[in-house]
């Protein structure tokens, strides 16, 4: 079975709630969100600059807005999976017609 591509909001994602209880390091990051160093690096920028990312020490920490991105593209996902849903379980009984 093949791995379907992730969007970046999937990505981001990934990485806030990875992030939200005890921290990660970037390495951490890197191998449970499946990125290499380099795109993780730019993801973990994007974040911290934008602020939904706050690094302490070694960890990275899903700050308050973080959260409330995550809770955002969490909804995003779930609205968009349950339509698509709707429609290929819609088209499964045309096709079974």
């Known amino acids: 079975m093949e791995m379907a591509r992730r969007n970046k909001l ?3 994602g990934c990485i806030l709630n990875l992030c939200k ?3 990660s390091s970037k390495t951490k990051i890197v191998y449970q969100v499946n990125l290499n ?3 993780a690096g730019l993801y ?3 974040l911290t600059q934008h602020g939904y990312l706050a690094k302490e020490e070694r960890l990275y920490r899903t700050t308050p807005s ?3 991105l995550l ?11 349950d ?5 290929l379980a819609r088209n499964e009984k045309l096709d079974s017609l």
């Open 37 to 39: 160093f380099k795109n």
């Open 83 to 87: 339509n698509l849903e709707s429609i």
């Open 44 to 46: 973990i920028e994007w």
């Open 71 to 81: 809770i955002n593209l969490n909804n995003i996902n779930s609205t968009i999976n």
């Open 10 to 12: 999937e990505i981001l």
């Open 21 to 23: 209880t005890d921290g």
């Open 66 to 68: 973080g959260r409330e």
